[in-house]
Nanobody, 123 residues
Framework: QVQLVESGGGSVQAGGSLRLSCVLS????????MGWFRQAPGKEREKVAS????????SYDDSVKGRFTISQDNAKNTLYLQMNSLKPEDTAVYYC????????????????WGQGTQVTVSS
């Protein structure tokens, strides 16, 4: 059974940085396309960044381009999201997600989800 466990959330002032981590267990890490989503109070969940199996190409939402970087360490079965120049509007619960079918992740409907980690950015 695939499990995703996030860590690294917290509170930071605007302009600061955080790095989120997500460990995948129960299956071969490199078989999955993976991504980070976030949901702010009263808003729909949105895809923030993705990294796709079979080449490692990445994609980012326009709101985080140039500030966030998604990466992975296959040896550690871990996905990362480095978040720099954080803004108050980045405040949300951040979720790690994975799917062996890349299209599902591209469509925003991955099969597997972590429990989420809170990121709070104060002005």
């Amino acid at each position: 059974q695939v499990q995703l466990v996030e860590s690294g959330g917290g509170s930071v002032q605007a302009g600061g940085s955080l790095r989120l981590s997500c460990v995948l267990s129960g299956y071969t890490f490199s078989s999955f396309s993976m991504g980070w989503f976030r949901q702010a109070p009263g808003k729909e969940r949105e895809k923030v960044a993705s990294i796709y199996t079979g080449g490692g190409s990445t994609s980012y939402d326009d709101s985080v381009k140039g500030r966030f970087t998604i990466s992975q360490d296959n040896a550690k079965n871990t996905l990362y999201l480095q978040m720099n120049s954080l803004k108050p509007e980045d405040t949300a619960v951040y979720y790690c997600a994975a799917d062996p079918v890349t299209l599902n992740l591209r469509m925003g409907r991955p099969r597997y989800w972590g429990q989420g980690t809170q990121v709070t950015v104060s002005s």
